[in-house]
């Protein structure tokens, strides 16, 4: 499977999504602590536990205030998962894997376990 990788504005590398691809966004608000936990929190949870085709924007309302009413932004950090649908939003670090994990719904294939 091919991967197409660009560069967001965040600095971050975006691929392009497919029928197996996961998208999620996670909004921030400049690099506190906790916007830090949280992008670290995401990416040890797509590395161990989420499809490999998992792409992740990082959307900084500090530079983007405007995002947060469009895209209905009501606290920070906030991560949506925008595909596959239905579309999914979680507040918080994500410190708690299982509870991210069943809140983005998360169905492992055959043969893989929970956390």
Partial sequence: MKRKASPTSSGTHERRPNAESWNLRLYVAGQTPRSLTALSNLRK??????????????????????????????????????????????????????????????QPRNGEARP
């Fill in 45 to 106: 949870l797509c590395a161990e536990h989420l499809p490999p085709e998992c792409t992740i924007e990082v959307i900084d309302l500090v530079e983007k205030p405007q995002l947060a009413r469009r895209d209905q932004i009501l606290a920070i950090p906030t991560l949506v998962r925008n595909l596959p649908a239905p579309m999914r939003k979680i507040i918080g670090d994500l410190s708690n894997t299982e509870r991210v994990l069943v809140g983005l719904d998360w």
